[in-house]
């Protein structure tokens, strides 16, 4: 009884027609919407045989689940038949929709950072180089170590017998005060200092070994100077000389005019002009050929044509002396320069500080 009752129920359940939800009539469109989307979601992407038959399982004319709800609208009551036929198009739109994205094949994968690869090359360390003036110095070097020279160092914190006396600077002579020397206290007065030049290794280096001398000294030097656009308290010098028989005033004038073709790069004219170093004699100042305007002057080089670059002459017997060199049988010629004024020169930096400030634009220009 109870079972006729219950199947009855549901017998004129579906008789009656009734669409409820997303159910037309008997078929509960909910349901096989489930069903077939896990389906197709089941199916290799790009399976076409497999999603056609999903294709007429679910949408096919004849006897699929959208055939046979359509058929089932037909027997609702007219009020009820809208409502049922926008269910049904929402479920084919549907299934047409997820049949058709998983016949276009695998879905690429999403867009993103790439795989760790431990195997790949890294970027590398990004890595510093040589200062501007340690590469001014090396490209010196190797200029003298092509003509035969040696270069060789001294220290820096001097004695006042190197620095002044063995090169003829007695105490009391006025090239002691146009040096703006710092003196360390190391107890005696005046007695040790900051080198105020690198001319006191040539004294070290005839006091080492005997002539035939070529050396070249570069290093750093201390001035008690005001810090301006071309002067600082402390640069850099290139120290270079020469002993032996016969040394003239012409090997000299000839090795600078050399070094600095060599350091420019091209044929640049030097010129000497009288000057005085107690340590030489003669002495003289040299210049090179202004490289910006060829000689013609220009604001670098105050419209002269010239740019001093240094201090030179011939080794004065005094000096000889105080090393034990033999001035009648040797002769010799010194030179001194700043490798920072030369390397403003062949680079166009000004003022001098901007080699001491550190300032990584200007560091990883050069
Ligand atoms: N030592 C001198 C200076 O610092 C330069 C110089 C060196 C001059 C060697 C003559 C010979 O000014």
Known sequence: MSDTTT??????????????????????????RAEALAAIAATAPGDADALDALERRYLGRRTSVAARAKEAIKDLPPAARPEAGRALSAFTAEIRAALD?????????????????????????????????TQTRRALEDVFCGMGYEVV??????????NFEALNIPPGHPARAMQDTLYVNLGEPEQVLLRTHTSPVQVRVMQARRPPIYVVVPGRVYRNETLDARHSPVFHQLEGLAVDRH????????????????????PVRSRLAPSYFPFTEPSAEFAAECV???GAGCRVCSHTGWIELGGCGLVDPNVFAAVGIDPERWSGFAFGFGLER??????GVEPIKTFFENDLRFLSAY
């Open 247 to 266: 040394i003239t005033f012409g090997d000299l004038a000839g090795t600078i005019e050399a070094f600095v073709s060599a350091f420019f790069g091209r």
């Open 342 to 347: 030369v390397a403003m020169l062949r680079h």
């Open 292 to 294: 910006f305007c060829d």
């Open 101 to 133: 994205a998983r016949r276009a094949g695998p879905v690429p994968a999403p867009v993103g950072p790439p795989p760790l690869d431990l195997t790949a090359g890294g970027h590398g360390r990004r890595r510093g180089h040589l200062h501007l003036v």
């Open 7 to 32: 199947s009855g129920a549901a017998t004129s359940g579906a008789t009656d027609g009734v669409a409820t939800g997303a159910s037309v009539a008997t078929v509960d469109l909910d349901a096989a």
């Open 153 to 162: 160092e001294g220290p820096e914190v001097e004695d006042d017998w190197h």
